[in-house]
C-alpha cells in the first residue's frame, strides 16, 4: 500500500471551510483514496472516497490532484464537531468484494475553534 | 439500522489473564474486522472475518484470537494477557461490496494490571 504524507495538526475557525492535505506520491494506479475520521473516545467514522475524480457526499467533497499524487479533504462549514483526527488511506478497493485491511497513519488532528 | 455493538465497553484484567470480547455488526454485514488502538502504536490491524472464516490478519502474536459465528457476530480473544496489551479495542462491519466502507463500533477499553 502506498505511504501517506499528513500534517501532524490543522486549526479551522467554525463556519469555515477546513482543508486537510495528503500526499500520497507512491499511489498505484488501482489504489483509492480513503478519509476517515475519529471523534475522541469514538470509533473512526468513514467520510468518502476516490479514485481520480473529485467527490462530494453530504459530509465533505474530495479533490484529488491530475497526477494524483496528493489529495485534499474539504469540509465546507466546519463545526466544532468536527474536531476530530482525520486520516487519509491509500488501498486497492476490492469492490467485488473480499477481504480489506485498511492501515491508518498518525492522521491530521483538526481543531475547530469558535 | 443499529450501529455496531462491542461489550463490554470497559474492562480490567490481570496480567496472565485471558479475556473475551464480543462484537454485533450492523444487520446484513457479514464482513467483521478488529483493530487494536494504542497511545503509541495508533490503529493497527488485528484480523477480519467473513462467513465464519478469517480472510486476514495482521502482524500479532498468536496470543490475539478470534472467531465469527453464523449471525454474522464475532468474538477475539486475548490470552495470557500482557500489560501491552492494554488499549481499545475496536470492531468494524462492513457491507459486502464495499469492504472498504467500515462502520466501527464504539470499542472496548481493556485495561491489563
Known amino acids: 500500500d502506498a505511504k501517506t504524507t499528513q500534517p501532524p495538526s490543522m486549526d479551522c475557525a467554525e463556519g469555515r471551510a477546513a482543508n486537510l492535505p495528503c500526499n500520497h506520491s507512491?499511489?498505484?494506479?488501482?489504489?483509492?483514496v480513503y478519509w476517515y475520521r475519529q471523534i475522541h473516545s469514538q470509533g473512526p467514522q468513514y467520510i468518502i472516497h476516490g479514485l481520480k475524480n473529485n467527490e462530494t457526499n453530504e459530509m465533505a467533497s474530495l479533490i484529488i490532484t491530475e497526477d494524483r499524487k496528493s489529495s485534499t479533504l474539504i469540509l465546507p462549514h466546519a463545526t466544532l464537531r468536527d474536531t476530530a483526527v482525520y486520516y487519509c488511506i491509500v488501498r486497492v478497493a476490492l469492490t467485488q468484494g473480499g477481504s480489506e485491511k485498511l492501515v491508518f497513519g498518525k492522521g491530521t488532528k483538526l481543531t475547530v475553534n469558535p | 439500522k443499529a450501529g455496531v455493538t462491542q461489550t463490554p465497553r470497559y474492562l480490567i484484567k490481570t496480567r496472565g489473564q485471558q479475556v473475551t470480547l464480543s462484537c454485533s455488526p450492523i444487520s446484513g454485514h457479514r464482513s467483521v474486522s478488529w483493530y487494536q488502538q494504542t497511545p503509541g502504536q495508533g490503529l493497527q490491524f488485528l484480523f477480519e472475518?467473513?462467513?465464519?472464516?478469517?480472510?486476514n490478519k495482521g502482524n500479532f502474536p498468536g496470543r490475539f484470537s478470534g472467531r465469527q459465528f453464523s449471525n454474522s457476530r464475532s468474538e477475539m480473544n486475548v490470552s495470557t494477557l500482557e500489560l501491552g496489551d492494554s488499549a481499545l479495542y475496536l470492531c468494524?462491519?462492513?457491507?459486502?461490496?464495499?469492504?472498504?466502507?467500515?462502520?466501527f463500533g464504539p470499542g472496548t477499553r481493556l485495561t491489563v494490571t
Open positions: 507512491t499511489i498505484s494506479g488501482n489504489e483509492y
Open positions: 472475518y467473513f462467513s465464519e472464516t478469517q480472510r
Open positions: 468494524a462491519s462492513s457491507p459486502l461490496l464495499k469492504t472498504y466502507e467500515q462502520y
